[in-house]
């Protein structure tokens, strides 16, 4: 019962933290010391640490090697930009988290993965529908103006037409695409192995991969252009070694 009731308080502090990745750390134009997202990756990351669930994988320390590598040491520039290192930490931070949680919580792994996915269709649902109303009447439906009192990609608190001049970057909950790109990405492996493979383990209604897909490529983000070719790469090599 101790385990069932950490499992969902940690479910669910994950899941918030992947719904607010770039949203911002300001509430009504005051500057909190965190991101909202790093902030519930930390009470994750304490959780995990008293609990004696938290693991570091070697694996996962090369990867940050090769993105600190990268990052500062190629780039060391990016040393003195606090943007980059909040983001590099805030993302590392969730990298360790999860990684810890779905070790530890391996029987729990399928409900944790169609709740993730669920969420981040219904986020996709969101900036859709944020598209629409900007294309039909202007207005810029941005939950960071009402709540964080901050400005958006591009140092604007409105949707920018920047594509073709009538399209705006697909933000959705985050402040910049990449950052939302970042949040949909596992979605859209999720989604596209259950088009090309017909023993998908998810049984939920195509039009949560469409709708999914259509969010991730209006954020004219070239991680998430990346991102979806990544996916279709890994799923038809597995589809065809499978086949022999």
């Known amino acids: 019962m101790k385990k069932i009731k950490l499992y969902k308080i940690e479910r669910n502090l994950l899941l918030a933290a992947f719904a607010l990745v770039g949203f911002g750390h300001h509430i009504a134009g005051v500057s909190l ?3 909202y997202s790093t902030f519930l990756i930390f009470v994750v990351l304490i959780l995990q640490i008293i609990s ?3 693991k570091f994988p070697k694996f996962l320390f090369y990867v940050l090697a090769f993105i600190i590598l990268q990052t500062f040491i190629l780039n060391p520039s990016n040393l003195s930009d606090p943007r980059v290192i909040s983001h590099f930490t805030g993302l590392t931070l969730l990298a360790l988290s999860t990684f810890s949680f ?17 969420l981040v269709y219904y986020i996709a649902l969101f900036s859709l529908f944020q598209i629409g109303i900007f294309l039909l009447t202007g207005f810029s439906l941005i939950p960071q103006n009402l709540i964080t009192g901050t400005t958006i990609a591009m140092g604007s608190n409105v949707f920018v037409p920047a594509f073709l001049g009538i399209l705006p970057r697909n933000i959705g909950l985050s402040t910049e695409p990449a950052n939302f790109a970042y949040i949909l990405i596992p979605a859209v ?3 596209l192995s259950q088009l090309l493979q017909k023993n998908s383990f998810i049984k939920l209604p195509k039009q949560f991969v469409w709708v999914i897909l259509t969010s991730t490529v209006l954020t004219f983000s070239l991680v998430a252009y990346f991102g979806i070719l990544l996916s279709v790469t890994f799923i038809l090599k597995r589809t065809f070694s499978a086949k022999h």
Not at 103 to 117: A, E, T
């Open 33 to 35: 010391p965190l991101e």
């Open 52 to 54: 004696g669930t938290f």
């Open 102 to 118: 779905v070790s530890y919580y391996r029987d729990k792994l399928y409900d944790f993965v169609i709740s993730y996915y669920k």
């Open 189 to 191: 492996y999720i989604g």
